[in-house]
């Protein structure tokens, strides 16, 4: 069974950091693409930033120069440092694996992120 367990999501002023991290178990951690998305209220969820085993990540313009995605494949996890947080950063972020070999897409729970100003 696949699980995908996110954690580190809160509530934050304006100009502060959170880290999450996600914990995947149930699949082949380095066969999948890892990333993160964030759905706001209203609003369709969207590619936040991910990371694949070897290469670069890729991020939202939105967050570019202001999140970091990294994974340990050792550890099954993948995290997203999430530093200079605005209030428009406010959704709930998912952990997503895709595998690239047979395209299938694996999803957390969620974890919600709230940046006051």
């Known amino acids: 069974q696949v699980q995908l367990v996110e954690s580190g999501g809160g509530l934050v002023q304006e100009g502060g950091s959170l880290r999450l991290s996600c914990v995947a178990s149930g699949i082949n951690f380095s066969f999948h693409r890892m990333g993160w998305f964030r759905q706001a209220p209203g609003k369709q969820r969207e590619l936040v930033a991910s990371?694949?085993?070897?290469?670069?990540?890729n991020y939202a313009d939105s967050v570019k120069g202001r999140f970091t995605i990294s994974r340990d494949n050792a550890k099954n996890t993948v995290y997203l440092q999430m530093n200079s947080l605005k209030p428009e950063d406010t959704a709930v972020y998912y952990c997503?694996?895709?595998?690239?070999?047979?395209?299938?897409?694996?999803w957390g729970q969620g974890t919600q992120v709230t940046v006051s100003s």
């Open positions: 997503n694996a895709f595998n690239t070999i047979i395209k299938i897409n694996y």
């Open positions: 990371i694949i085993s070897r290469g670069m990540p």
